[in-house]
């Protein structure tokens, strides 16, 4: 069983930067693919940034690309978010998971492990 935590939101103002963090415990992640995903009251959840298992190739939604940039330690079993430039349009709970997609996802796939998720909000 593999778990996940998320840490590292908060509530900070726009252009500032944060940076989340996803601890896996159970089993390494380093065999998954990563993902991370954001919800917005409201709106569907969706995936903004992935890391590939294989290659670590990294994919983002168009509306963070060049502001977010994924990255993995294996030593410390822990996925990363650098988000810069942040806007009140990021606003959102973000989640970690061992899946990934680019884009709004209708339901949770089974056999994928999540975060609880952690609370960001950036204020205009």
């Known amino acids: 069983q593999l778990q996940l935590v998320e840490s590292g939101g908060g509530l900070v103002q726009a252009g500032d930067s944060l940076r989340l963090s996803c601890a896996a415990s159970g089993r390494t992640f380093s065999s998954y693919a990563m993902g991370w995903f954001r919800q917005a009251p409201g709106k569907e959840r969706e995936g903004v940034s992935c890391?590939?298992?294989?290659?670590?190739?990294?994919y983002y939604a168009d509306s963070v690309k060049g502001r977010f940039t994924i990255s993995s330690d294996n030593a410390k079993n822990t996925v990363y978010l650098q988000m810069n430039s942040l806007k009140p349009e990021d606003t959102a709970v973000y989640y970690c998971a061992t899946h990934c997609v680019i884009g709004p996802i209708h339901a949770i796939v089974s056999n994928t492990y999540w975060g609880q998720g952690t609370q960001v909000t950036v204020s205009s």
């Open positions: 890391l590939g298992s294989s290659d670590n190739s990294t």
